[in-house]
């Protein structure tokens, strides 16, 4: 059994130890309900008081406008179809970029079969908007601009910054879903214009099923969820405090740790990068070159399927995605290569290698020895060598 090796971190993360170990007291003796009046209530109502704090810190938000919620999944659902059934007074449009996670491109086309109208926004080679277009999509009647900050598939990073400019001067709602970047890049909702946010605790080393939405005060958005109240009535579900306690850890570790391992990190996806382009001919690398996340490396093979690159691998202990983790399933080429102009041929012939905490230098270079060896046995039986 060889040594196995992750490289899918953009699909999760383990679970930092000293993460565990915060959230540990409130999966054993810490369980009482947070809408409790008890003290069983009170100790993790405390908690959950100090996890929003934070969080609500990470991004410079305000303690009052940071919500908790199950997934990433839900809160960018909360976000598409709350600001659009709150917003019909002012009309039914919607702006979404063509690059979307598909939790984002399913509510959007939900909405349309209710009646609003999506507008998607195309993307250059390198997966860049482009902010003149932009511009030229905001009508009288757009509620809300949604574009995601980095991608979860080749690692492109927009400028959210000069995004939220045009949404604040067109007063446009600019929501931004940071899954992928939040904890990795600094961000500052104030400074960048930002409306709303969505981040995730399982991206960052935290637990599964905590997640971050960012509601700046003034935004009219309506809740996904009704029930008991909880989340100041805006997301009723009793609430999961030990993986919100372990969200709010992962951010105080990465916080403290994130400007070495993001230089870590990138020297290492720059290894990876020049490895496999240098060793093995017919790969072109996915994405924007330098302006992309720190771990993420999406490379294109000529003339074999990813899918047989991704098993072959699998069989080497090394573990990687063939696209986003949400839709590695499906045997259609990934939307968002597609956008980017890349022929469907290489769109199905991508892989994505995404490295994190525990990825070593030796771990790169035993990538880089075996791949070369995978593609040239592959291309050898493939149907489209000729």
């Not at 679970?15 to 100790?43: C, F």
């Not at 960052?204 to 809740?223: D, F, N, Q, S, T």
Request: with cysteine; hydrophobic share 40%; proline share 3%.
């Amino acid at each position: 059994m060889k040594k196995s090796i992750y490289l899918d971190y953009a699909a999760t993360t383990p679970i930092d130890p000293r993460v565990l170990k915060a959230m540990m007291p409130y999966l054993e003796k810490k369980y009482g309900n947070t809408a409790s009046m008890h003290q069983y209530g009170q100790i993790v109502n405390e908690a959950l008081t100090e996890s929003r704090k934070t969080v609500s810190r990470s991004i410079m938000a305000k303690f009052s406008e940071t919500y908790f919620t199950a997934s990433a999944t839900e809160s960018n659902n909360t976000v598409v179809k709350g600001v659009a059934w709150a917003n019909q007074d002012k009309g039914k449009h919607i702006i979404i970029s063509s690059i979307e996670h598909d939790c984002i491109l399913n509510s959007a086309k939900w909405l349309e079969k209710q009646g609003w109208e999506i507008t998607q926004l195309k993307v250059d080679e390198k997966g860049l908007i482009d902010l003149d277009q932009l511009k030229k999509s905001i009508r009288p009647d757009t509620v809300l601009v949604s574009i995601i900050h980095a991608s979860n598939e080749v690692g492109t990073i927009q400028n959210i910054t000069e995004i939220g400019k045009i949404c604040r001067k067109k007063n446009v709602y600019f929501h931004t879903d940071a899954s992928q970047s939040y904890g990795k890049i600094a961000i500052d909702v104030n400074k960048s214009n930002i409306d709303l946010l969505t981040a995730s605790s399982h991206k960052i080393y935290g637990p599964k099923g905590a997640a971050l939405l960012y509601v700046r005060h003034g935004v009219k958005i309506e809740p996904l969820l009704h029930g008991g109240g909880h989340e100041n009535g805006f997301r009723s579900s009793t609430v999961n405090v030990s993986a919100i306690v372990g969200f709010a850890q992962a951010i105080k570790i990465y916080q403290q740790e994130r400007k070495v391992e993001v230089k870590r990190l990138t020297a290492l996806r720059d290894k990876l990068t020049k490895g496999i382009l240098e060793n093995i001919k017919g790969s072109q690398l996915n994405g924007y070159p330098t302006q992309r996340l720190s771990n993420n490396v999406n490379i294109s093979f000529d003339k074999v399927e990813g899918e047989s690159i991704l098993m072959m691998l699998d069989m080497e202990g090394i573990a990687v995605s063939t696209g986003s983790a949400c839709a590695s399933a499906s045997l259609e080429p990934s939307h968002v290569l597609l956008a980017m102009g890349i022929p469907v041929e290489l769109a199905h012939s991508s892989i994505r290698f995404s490295l994190g905490r525990w990825t070593t230098e030796q771990e790169i270079e035993r990538v880089i020895l075996v791949l070369p060896k995978i593609i040239k046995k592959l291309r050898k039986i493939s149907p489209f060598k000729n």
